[in-house]
């Protein structure tokens, strides 16, 4: 029951926002994730996610220092804030949800395998 928006089309060097919003449940329970799978690609690559309060993040490398996760709980939305933009950024981006540690550090949440819940994807493209 979550859902993304927020995607289009940027310019590379160009920011975007994205949201997620959970439509029922404990949102509150949940640390939320987001993932990405860009064209041509099978698997979807973990970008970041932020604890159930949104008190601590992580990202991979790709995108440290240009993404930033915050959440409104409630609102029940977690925000993905993308700076700097690139081409090798557009994918399409997955929201997902599960229960973790209140403390999220390097490693957790990296895996699909971590959420049970996922939202159906919107389109981000950057152009050159």
């Known amino acids: 029951h979550l859902a993304e928006s927020g995607g289009g089309l940027v310019q590379a060097g160009g920011s975007l926002r994205i949201s997620c919003t959970a439509s029922r449940g404990a949102f509150t329970l949940y640390a939320v994730g987001w993932f990405r799978q860009a064209p041509g690609k099978e698997d979807r690559e973990f970008v970041g996610?932020?604890?159930?309060?949104?008190?601590?993040?992580w990202y991979t490398d790709s995108v440290e220092g240009r993404f930033t996760l915050s959440r409104d709980n409630a609102k029940s939305t977690v925000y993905l804030q993308m700076s700097d933009l690139k081409p090798e950024d557009t994918a399409i981006y997955y929201c997902?949800?599960?229960?973790?540690?209140?403390?999220?550090?390097?490693?957790?949440?990296?895996?699909?395998?971590?959420?049970?819940?996922w939202g159906q994807g919107t389109q981000v493209t950057v152009s050159a």
């Open positions: 996610v932020t604890s159930w309060n949104g008190g601590s993040s």
């Open positions: 997902a949800a599960g229960i973790m540690s209140s403390l999220v550090t390097a490693g957790t949440g990296s895996s699909t395998r971590d959420y049970d819940y």
